[in-house]
């Protein structure tokens, strides 16, 4: 099973090596979600390590007035939740199903007694943490220091590269409603709808329930360029 769920995956869209990943896979066990069912919770105990066969999963925080951030997205060919495994911390996020997903879930077990006392291995982990930790930097000062429109403009052409990654073809159009960029960017559905708005009166984007085609890439660009 593990070497067929790898055969649809370019090597560069992995998170880990090949040798790593079919390890870690060799003993995984396939679970299906629906869209917007819970995987699990902030502050539940973390017991596996997950791997996206299909899909996406929302990682985000909610705060006491249940207010949503969104933290990032994992989608097809992605790794997520071992950091909290391996320093044996509370889950720090809540994972949710954004779409029908099939994960690969690895036990803490399996995930443990493949990895440690093997150097190489560990390393290609602490890698991942590190280079997740840079995006997460580099995600804080995009949202502070640049402007709205700046920052929906590096989303809407992220979300394109995203999905070009994940699909056969090349799409365009992008299923992501104005509610999820908001939360997103750490902005109000107005303050996105307003923008996406005078966006499509210049012909950048068409609207329509719950998807934004993107018909002038050049002109995102220019955007997130001159900010």
């Not at 995987?39 to 985000?60: C, E, I, N, R, T």
């Amino acid at each position: 099973m593990a070497s067929q769920n790898l055969a649809a995956i370019a090597p560069d869209e992995y998170d880990l090596s090949r040798e790593l990943t079919q390890q870690l896979l060799a003993k995984a066990r396939l679970k299906r979600f629906a869209k917007g069912e819970s995987l699990f919770h902030q502050g539940s105990a973390p017991d596996a390590v997950y791997f996206v066969k299909s899909g996406a999963v929302q990682l985000s925080n909610a705060s006491s007035a249940g207010r949503e951030a969104v933290l990032g997205i994992a989608e097809a060919g992605m790794w997520f939740g071992e950091l909290t495994l391996i320093i044996q911390q509370e889950r720090v996020h809540d994972a949710k199903a954004l779409v029908p997903t099939e994960l690969m879930v690895v036990s803490k077990t399996h995930f443990f007694n493949v990895v440690n006392d093997n150097k190489e291995f560990l390393s290609e982990l602490l890698h991942l943490v590190c280079r997740r930790y840079k995006w997460a930097i580099e995600r804080i000062e995009a949202t502070i220091l640049r402007p709205v429109p700046v920052r929906l403009a590096d989303r809407l052409l992220a979300e394109l590269d995203m999905a070009k990654h994940t699909s056969a073809s090349h799409p365009t159009e992008l299923n992501l409603s104005q509610e999820q960029l908001g939360r997103m960017l750490g902005a109000s559905r107005q303050t996105v709808n307003r923008l996406l708005k005078q966006w499509e009166s210049e012909n950048i984007l068409t609207l329509t329930y719950g998807r934004i085609r993107l018909r002038n890439l050049s002109a995102l660009r220019r955007i997130v360029a001159e900010s």
